[in-house]
């Protein structure tokens, strides 16, 4: 059975650091491309961060793009996203994406029961003084 299970979310002062985990198990971590997308009351799906199967290639936002860092260690099936930095405009339920072939749009649906794209159940992070 695919998992994938975020955590580290939490309540944040601005300016404040965070790093969220996302375990995989159920599926070839290391073949998978991962995402973090985050999603605002009211607002879409957005993309975050992306990492390549090997973790050679980053990608991410505008708008977190040199606060953000992704990463993964595949030996341990996990995909980290660490922040720095954070505003309020950070807050959101966070999610990871697993990916077979590291299509990632910069807004999707969470849809599950797609062989090859799979979501975790979420995190979430607030950010308020």
């Known amino acids: 059975q695919v998992q994938l299970v975020e955590s580290g979310g939490v309540l944040a002062q601005p300016g404040g650091s965070l790093t969220l985990s996302c375990a995989a198990s159920g599926f070839t971590f290391s073949s998978y491309a991962m995402g973090w997308y985050r999603q605002a009351p009211g607002k879409e799906c957005e993309l975050v961060a992306t990492?390549?199967?090997?973790?050679?290639?980053?990608s991410y936002a505008d708008s977190v793009k040199g606060r953000c860092t992704i990463s993964r260690d595949n030996a341990k099936n996990t995909v980290y996203l660490q922040m720095n930095s954070l505003k309020p405009e950070d807050t959101a339920v966070y999610y990871c994406?697993?990916?077979?072939?590291?299509?990632?749009?910069?807004?999707?649906?969470?849809?599950?029961?797609?062989?090859?794209?799979?979501w975790g159940q979420g995190t979430q992070v607030t950010v308020s003084s």
């Open positions: 994406n697993a990916h077979r072939r590291g299509i990632f749009a910069s807004t999707k649906k969470r849809v599950a029961g797609i062989p090859g794209d799979y």
């Open positions: 990492i390549t199967s090997a973790g050679g290639i980053t």
